[in-house]
């Protein structure tokens, strides 16, 4: 059989994300101190996971509404007012996903059609352009820099716009930079963007994880929250990654056009993650700040390492990830991160993963423990001193 012809062509265009391609290879490397994946350390906080178990023990094993279970919406509806001063109505208004990732996959498929523009700042999270691509759309790069704390700016926005740009994604605060956007920074990007009929996909889900600032969806601007979709989940926010779940906030009318993409791919999330998650919702917001603050912690002491070390960093202001300048040492990222898995055994991932304005980058991730960073700075220092 020629599966070439049998496969369609644009799934076989797509590039394997960057970021496991290179977790592949800590497989055939032994003694790894790997600083690569972006999931939380911490293990679900146990009133949650005692949530979930109650659902099994008690028989809490069948589907549930499409959207979710209606105690699950009201619940997201409530934090996210409590939080982010977002207001949506959990009867039509939020749908309950398999993670954050089908959230961004529903919006980009309820949205895009066949030759329709994508803006895409980068460095950014590896889903967004594939999943446009799938829908048939084009998906609009803007290679935002290191200058400008990695920020989307509203010229550079202005000059992406055109006739056939449909959505804009919007991945802060941002996988692997670090970087946020406060209500400063949204201002002038929703001046640019309010009176037209371009949408905004907010990814949301580092937005309890942020330094200094607190977070502002776009969504919470005037005349935003029209044409946003609000997409995030509990992996981040609760130590959930392996629950897999997440949700939209999104206006009615884009939101029943949602729904019935994930009625016939999807059906209904896991209902035990659901139950799991109403608890996070009504008690977890200790569990939020414990977390935050150890990650603060870590992120305090990564960069005054890397810096240390003189490993130009740019400082971030959200999320669990650094963004390194390696751009001194002469090799591509690539090239970097393969020697030091190579030749000390950390692993970190390549920049160019992140689109190829990454390029020069690294992003290593701190949602490890401080002994943990520390034995990778103590390698990274050998490496770094073997190639002077």
Known sequence: MDYSKLLTPTVQEIKPSGIRKFFDLLDNVKDVIGLTVGQPDFLTPWHIRVAGIESLE??????TANSGTPALREEIAEYLARR???????????????G??????????????????????????????????????????????????????????????????KLVVLPYPNNPTGAIMTAEDLAPIADVLRGTDVAVLSDEIYAELTYGHKHTSIASLPGMRERTIVASGFSKTYAMTGWRLGYTAAPREITQQMLKIHQYAIMCASTTSQ?????????????????????????????SG???????????????????????????????????????????????????????FARISYAYSVEHITAALDRIERFTRSLS
């Open 58 to 63: 008690t028989g809490k094993c069948f589907y």
């Open 84 to 98: 982010f001063s977002l207001t949506y109505d959990p009867a039509d208004e939020i749908i309950v996903t398999v």
């Open 100 to 165: 954050g990732s089908e959230a961004i996959d529903l919006a980009i498929r309820a949205l895009v059609c066949p030759g329709d523009e994508v803006i895409i700042p980068q460095p950014a999270f590896v889903c967004y352009g594939p999943l446009v691509s799938l829908a048939g759309g084009v998906p609009v790069y803007i290679n935002t820099k290191e200058e400008n704390a990695f920020k989307l700016t509203a010229d550079e926005l202005k000059a992406a716009l055109s006739p056939k740009t």
């Open 275 to 303: 139950l799991a998650a109403i608890e996070a919702l009504r008690a977890g917001d200790d569990d939020i700040a414990m977390m935050h603050d150890e990650y603060n912690r870590r992120r305090r002491y990564i960069v």
């Open 306 to 360: 890397l810096r240390g070390l003189g490993i130009d960093c740019f400082d971030p202001e959200g999320a669990f990830y650094v963004f390194p300048n390696i751009s001194r040492f002469g090799m591509t990222s690539e090239e970097f991160c393969s020697r030091l898995l190579n030749e000390q055994r950390v692993a970190i991932v390549p920049g160019t993963a992140f689109g190829d304005c990454g390029e020069g």
